[in-house]
């Protein structure tokens, strides 16, 4: 069993940053493929960023150039670093580890203003 905190959301103008942190119990949080997926209103959840366990990423297009992800295997924790934020990037943000088993996080709003 894997438990997956998330913090970092919160209200930023367009053009600003946050940096979201998803912190996992456990001692086998190395060995997981890690996501961010996010949720807005009204649409299907959807992929955001991905890291591998020897850290190889992974981006949809929309957040390209803009999203990094990372991750720190001594303190159990993936960032997703967002920059230049849109009001399309408004949504709730949710940690996974995609493999080998499935879990997620509480998930945290992200709310970018016009």
């Known amino acids: 069993q894997v438990q997956l905190v998330e913090s970092g959301g919160g209200l930023v103008q367009a053009g600003g940053s946050l940096r979201l942190s998803c912190t996992a119990s456990?001692?086998?949080?190395?060995?997981?493929?890690m996501g961010w997926f996010r949720q807005a209103p009204g649409k299907q959840r959807e992929l955001v960023a991905a890291?591998?366990?020897?850290?190889?990423?992974n981006y949809a297009d929309s957040v390209k150039g803009r999203f990094t992800i990372s991750r720190d295997n001594v303190r159990n924790t993936v960032y997703l670093q967002m920059n230049s934020l849109k009001p399309e990037d408004t949504a709730v943000y949710y940690c996974?580890?995609?493999?080998?088993?499935?879990?997620w996080g509480q998930g945290t709003q992200v709310t970018v203003s016009s």
């Open positions: 996974r580890t995609i493999a080998p088993a499935v879990y």
């Open positions: 456990g001692r086998t949080f190395s060995m997981y493929v």
């Open positions: 890291i591998s366990s020897g850290g190889m990423t």
